[in-house]
């Protein structure tokens, strides 16, 4: 169970080295694992494999023992909710209310739970007095906080956050890392992008380091 | 390698076999004119064969064209009738063909012209005495639009992400969605022409009249040859055509 990688090859280009070679990790619901590395070194690319967004050479990726393969986008999107490294490019509605209440419209959720959701999420990250503001005319980190409010709105078992941290302020940063302290008890698995090594310390069991187009795991508190 | 050529090159030959396109009215020129054009990709570094399968769809639509076409085309050589009333008419039918055969081959001259990057097209253009500012526009606007199919197609990916599968949806839902989509991406676009505008003046674009280029461009012995070729066997062509003797 979990969400697992195999032996997962990967490169853009036909005649390019590898970029990623023999990557292999799972998550657990309840953990968080970090995934660090340099600029350039692929981590953005390995998640958007992990959400099938591009698909590996070799190697191959289950979600809860189903390949893959074998899943819509949009059934991969219940399974696992992708923060964007670039919010921008996640956020698609009119308003910032409707933007965390899309993926509630598709669902069979009663509108009474389903505004209460939106509520809560829209309170606790800050955004309560931008419910009818255009997503693009809010500043980087409030966009940030938004594009997470929309994919929490699924409340999938997996996230993969690229880079959730960068345009937070010092107090945003502590809500955030509280927040995914609460699903992480709420036995959700966390895959962690970040260049922040305080924050990854905080919050992760495991942490994992992409290099020149290698990679090592160290298992255990660091 | 014809892709190393001059842009102004490429503008010459693909402006000579466009103009044949427009000028031929008849699939038994305009089919060996395409077939030209077929065999010169390959040398501009184009895969006519993966262009054909990724514009599937756009080849039905003209395909669709062509026999729209057939229908609505006055003739006087029935093909198909039913009873009194002609459906479709062989003059119709290669007026059809025309269209579209005319269309492949303009398209295929894009692809000629979009084998040089488009910041050698404005120098080429701006060689031949175009305003700078003019030929940097063209080449923003060549440039912004794969940005824009490229960030469209990351909101999609997001959308389905957030649990839409847009592929098992009814139609009517499907449209629906797309037109709540409007009005963000295009809001978007416009937000991101603004900022270039910005980014290109703070670099300092136009705050001098004249400017240099990082590459120079010079036009060699092959650039002259392909001109005054392709040229004189267009102007040769048409000349030939309209006298009626080919
Ligand atoms: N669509 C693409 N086509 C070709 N090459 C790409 C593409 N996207 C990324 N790359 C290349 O792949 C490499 C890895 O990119 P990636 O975005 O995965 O890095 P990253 O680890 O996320 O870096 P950062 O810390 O800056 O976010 C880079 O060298 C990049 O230039
Ligand atoms: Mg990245």
Redesign the interface.
């Known amino acids: 169970m979990g969400l697992k990688a195999t032996n997962i090859h990967f490169r853009y280009e036909k005649k390019q080295p590898l970029l990623l070679e023999n990557i292999n990790f799972s998550i657990e619901r309840g953990e968080c694992l970090a995934l660090l590395g340099p600029n350039g070194s692929g981590k953005t690319t390995l998640s958007k494999i992990l959400?099938g967004?591009l698909k590996p050479e070799q190697g191959e990726i289950t979600v809860n023992g189903k390949n893959l393969k074998n899943l819509?986008?949009?059934?991969?999107?219940?399974q696992?909710?992708?923060l964007?490294q670039n919010p921008?490019?996640?956020?698609?509605?009119?308003t910032v209310e409707e933007e965390v209440s899309?993926?509630l419209q598709?669902?069979e959720t009663k509108s009474e739970t389903g505004k209460e959701k939106v509520d809560h999420l829209l309170g606790f990250f800050g955004l309560d007095h931008l419910r009818g503001k255009?997503?693009?005319t809010l500043s980087q980190g409030e966009r940030q906080r938004l594009a997470l409010a929309?994919?929490m709105a699924?409340e999938p078992p997996f996230f993969i956050l690229d880079e959730p941290t960068t345009g937070l302020d010092v107090r945003r940063r502590k809500e955030l890392l509280y927040y995914l302290q609460k699903l992480l008890q709420e036995n959700r698995g966390i895959l962690l992008i970040t260049h922040d090594q305080k924050f990854a310390e905080e919050i992760s069991s495991k942490k994992m380091e992409l290099k020149d187009q290698s990679f090592s795991e160290g298992v255990g508190r660091c | 390698m014809l892709k190393e050529l001059d842009p102004r090159s490429k503008v010459v030959l693909s402006g000579v076999l466009a103009t044949l396109a427009v000028f031929f009215n008849h699939p038994f020129y305009l089919l060996p004119l395409l077939l030209f054009t077929l065999v010169l990709l390959p040398f501009f570094d184009c895969r006519p064969l993966q262009l054909i399968l990724r514009m599937r769809r756009l080849i039905m639509i003209l395909l669709g064209l062509m026999i729209i076409q057939s229908v609505f085309y006055p003739g006087d050589t029935p093909l198909i009738e039913i009873g009194t009333w002609t459906l479709a008419t062989l003059e119709g039918l290669l007026q059809g063909l025309s269209l579209v055969l005319r269309l492949f081959i303009i398209l295929g001259c894009g692809l000629i012209l979009s084998s040089s990057p488009p910041a050698r097209f404005v120098q080429g253009l701006v060689a031949w005495a175009l305003p700078y500012e003019l030929a940097y526009m063209v080449s923003l606007g060549i440039r912004f639009l794969p940005l824009l199919r490229e960030e469209a197609g990351d909101v999609f990916t997001a959308l389905q992400l957030r649990g839409v599968d847009l592929k098992r949806m009814p139609w009517v839902k499907q449209l629906r969605i797309y037109r709540s989509l409007f009005f963000p991406l295009v809001t978007m676009a416009i937000l991101r022409s603004k900022q270039i505008a910005l980014s290109m003046e703070a670099r300092a674009f136009r705050a001098f009249p004249r400017r240099t280029f990082l590459h120079s461009l010079q036009l060699k012995t092959p650039d002259y040859a392909t001109m005054i070729i392709s040229l004189s066997a267009g102007v040769s062509l048409i000349f030939l055509y309209f006298r009626g003797l080919i």
């Open positions: 959400i967004i819509s986008l949009a059934q991969i999107g219940e696992v909710g992708y964007f921008n490019r996640q956020l698609f509605c009119s899309f993926a598709f669902r255009f997503p693009f929309a994919i699924l």
